[in-house]
């Protein structure tokens, strides 16, 4: 495999730690030498430059997307609520019609599952769950206003408000590593 060097592709120990163990994609068969710029792999061959801070490293979570995974999470913990109500229901003989409720509540436990699904991946710091947090709380704002109009209120003001407050966050999220076409890796990913 032929080296080639890309001006002014130097890679910061920040980077490298970012990189983590050797990628085959990445490194040629020499391991100690990244294919793509020719630089050693070597922590103490790289040099000191400041960190880039615009991608968060592992373990930092800016507050949007902490925001995002409690949001996400209650959420969760509400439709199991409503899952346990139904399964009360089922059990005592409430229920008119038990194949509706059982169907309502085998519903609303696999939404259940997904939103607890995207609240861990939030806390992950994974950036899929942006798009179905975005749908799903923007779906909740006529569901608060249909609440408000029954004359629920202090439901709908805490669907209304949760829905919101997931919203603003989400939006607030950014990707975590953007690609560019500065991005050495651009030309390996599927668009």
């Not at 060097?5 to 100690?32: I, M, W």
């Not at 925001?67 to 509400?78: F, M, S």
Request: net charge neutral; glycine share 8%; charged share 15%.
């Amino acid at each position: 495999m032929a080296r080639r060097s890309l001006p002014g592709a130097v890679h910061t120990k920040d980077q490298l730690y970012r990189l983590g163990p050797v990628n085959s994609t990445f490194c040629g068969p020499d391991p100690e030498t990244c294919v793509t710029c020719g630089y050693a792999r070597a922590v103490s061959d790289l040099p000191d430059r400041e960190p880039d801070r615009s991608v968060p490293l592992p373990g930092e979570r800016p507050p949007a997307v902490t925001v995002c995974a409690v949001v996400t999470g209650v959420e969760a913990l509400v439709l199991l609520g409503f899952v346990v109500f139904y399964v009360v229901e089922i059990v005592s003989g409430a229920s008119d019609n038990l194949v509706t409720a059982a169907t309502s509540g085998g519903l609303i436990l696999v939404f259940a599952v997904f939103f607890a699904a995207m609240s861990r991946a939030w806390w992950r710091g994974h950036d899929w769950p942006r798009t179905p947090t975005l749908l799903v709380n923007a779906l909740l704002l006529p569901v608060a206003w249909s609440l408000l109009q029954s004359d629920r209120g202090p439901v709908a003001v805490a669907t209304g408000a949760l829905a919101v407050v997931g919203i603003v966050a989400a939006l607030g999220t950014a990707p975590r590593r953007p690609v560019t076409s500065a991005d050495p890796d651009a030309g390996s990913r599927p668009e």
